[in-house]
Nanobody, 124 residues
């Protein structure tokens, strides 16, 4: 069992930055692939970024490439999402998720555990 708690969301102006954190409970955090997803009002949940148990490889949605960076610190049981050059279209609830089962890192259905989400709002 893994419990995930996100933090770091908030209101930021376009062009600004935020760093999301996801703290995980459990001694087996380092064995999980971790992902960040987001869901905007009226839209489906979408993949943002993912990272393997070792920190490499990483994957990004096209919308995140060049602006977002995912990283993890297994000693702290924490995964991060650094978001730079934020745009109003990045406004959403951001969720972290953990999986230790076979399947694409891009597909939310392959994840076993989810956090409660943190709101990110980017004003124009």
């Amino acid at each position: 069992q893994v419990q995930l708690v996100e933090s770091g969301g908030g209101l930021v102006q376009a062009g600004g930055s935020l760093r999301l954190s996801c703290a995980a409970s459990g001694r087996t955090f380092s064995s999980y692939v971790m992902g960040w997803f987001r869901q905007a009002p009226g839209k489906e949940r979408e993949f943002v970024a993912g990272i393997s148990w070792s920190g490499r490889p990483v994957s990004y949605a096209d919308s995140a490439k060049g602006r977002f960076t995912i990283s993890r610190d297994n000693a702290k049981n924490t995964v991060y999402l650094q978001m730079n050059s934020l745009k109003p279209e990045d406004t959403a609830v951001y969720y972290c998720a953990a999986k230790n089962t076979f399947g694409s890192i891009l597909n939310s259905k392959n994840y076993d555990y989810w956090g409660q989400g943190t709101q990110v709002t980017v004003s124009s």
